[in-house]
């Protein structure tokens, strides 16, 4: 099938980014393999391709707008469910190290799927909770970015998240456009974790009517070995 990505193309110009053939094929391919698993397992509700454009790919990417992306960074997508934003931030920067990490083992095969059929390299998907991935050393502090657009209050995405991250490396977080409530919220544990928050950006999606904002944290210490706590209490019980 031919999909219509002249969209996509002219709303990343606005973001300074230029759309190859090879990723058009890899976009293509993406939403093609996330239909047929969705019809076996809840992946997305959204499965139209112009939305999907609109609302998985475009929205991962925003965040290009707004913070310069490295392209000899490593990376991680807490939360990552379907793949958003970590598969489409690798199309984009194939030189990107990406680990999608997410609970649920079959969302790892569809990753793993995934990634196999666009043949991606240095992307890998690992199934655990990020309360027990973020005590292995193997993940704990070793990365320069983490993303997620997982529904958790930011409190306990910053328990989940900020030990992942390398002391002077970044957190954002996906959020929706009303956070003012959330960010107060939030401000003790982000402190307590390490983090301080240096960015927040308010915008509406090109050509849409789509509102998001972008939580930007920095990495200013390490994390206390304490954190994340155990399994379900940072969501239970936020800092």
């Not at 047929?36 to 454009?53: G, P, R």
């Not at 799927?113 to 690992?126: F, G, P, Q, R, S």
């Amino acid at each position: 099938m031919v999909y219509n990505f002249d969209k996509l193309e002219k709303n990343l110009l606005q973001l300074n980014l230029t759309l190859t053939d090879t990723m058009k094929q890899q976009f293509a391919i993406y939403y093609e393999v996330l239909c047929e698993w969705n019809k076996v397992m809840n992946l997305t509700a959204i499965t139209e391709f112009d939305e999907v454009v609109e609302k998985h790919y475009l929205d991962s990417l925003s965040l290009a707008s707004y913070l310069h992306i490295k392209s000899n960074w490593k990376m991680i997508d807490v939360g990552t469910g379907a793949g958003f934003p970590g598969i489409p931030l690798k199309i984009m920067y194939p030189e990107l190290t990406v680990l999608l990490a997410d609970s649920l083992n079959k969302r790892i095969r569809f990753l793993e799927d995934v990634i196999e059929k666009l043949c991606l390299t240095n992307i890998y998907a690992v199934h655990g909770r990020a309360e027990e991935l973020a005590h292995d050393a193997a993940y704990r502090e070793q990365y320069d970015l983490c993303v997620s657009r997982a529904v958790a209050p930011l409190a306990s995405l910053s328990e989940y998240c900020l030990p992942f991250v390398k002391v002077q490396g970044k957190f954002v977080a996906y959020k929706s456009a009303e956070i003012t409530e959330e960010l107060e919220e939030s401000k003790k544990a982000i402190q307590t974790l390490g983090g301080k928050i240096c960015k927040i950006k308010q915008f509406q999606l090109p050509d849409t009517e789509y509102k998001r904002s972008f939580v930007m944290i920095e990495k200013v210490k390490h994390t206390s070995k304490k954190y994340p706590r155990k399994a379900g209490t940072p969501g239970k019980n936020p800092l």
